[in-house]
């Protein structure tokens, strides 16, 4: 059986800068934050309006992500990724 490849597409649609961030230690709050066991953290930087980021999610399991910048403004979004 072969595994199973997710790829979601952010697109910065705002006049602000934003990212896309998994990594637990720089997240002001660790509740901003999920990542499996065994999925690589990973970080979009700077997307400036219009740009977009992508990422493959192989690690089956729930992503909760957050923008750097606006973190404490609450800006976080979660994926759940299926088996």
């Keep these: 059986m072969g595994e ?14 934003h990212t896309v961030t998994v990594v637990p230690e720089i997240a002001a709050d660790q509740r901003d934050i999920a990542l499996p066991k065994g999925a690589k953290p990973f970080n979009s ?14 690690v089956p399991g729930t992503y909760r992500y957050f923008c750097i910048p606006h973190e ?10 299926d088996q």
Excluded: T
């Design 4 to 17: 199973k490849i997710a790829q979601v597409k952010w697109e910065n649609r705002s006049m602000l800068v």
């Design 45 to 58: 930087g700077n997307m400036e309006p219009g740009q977009a980021f992508q990422h493959k999610f192989v």
């Design 72 to 81: 404490g403004a609450g800006m976080v979004g979660e994926i759940i990724v």
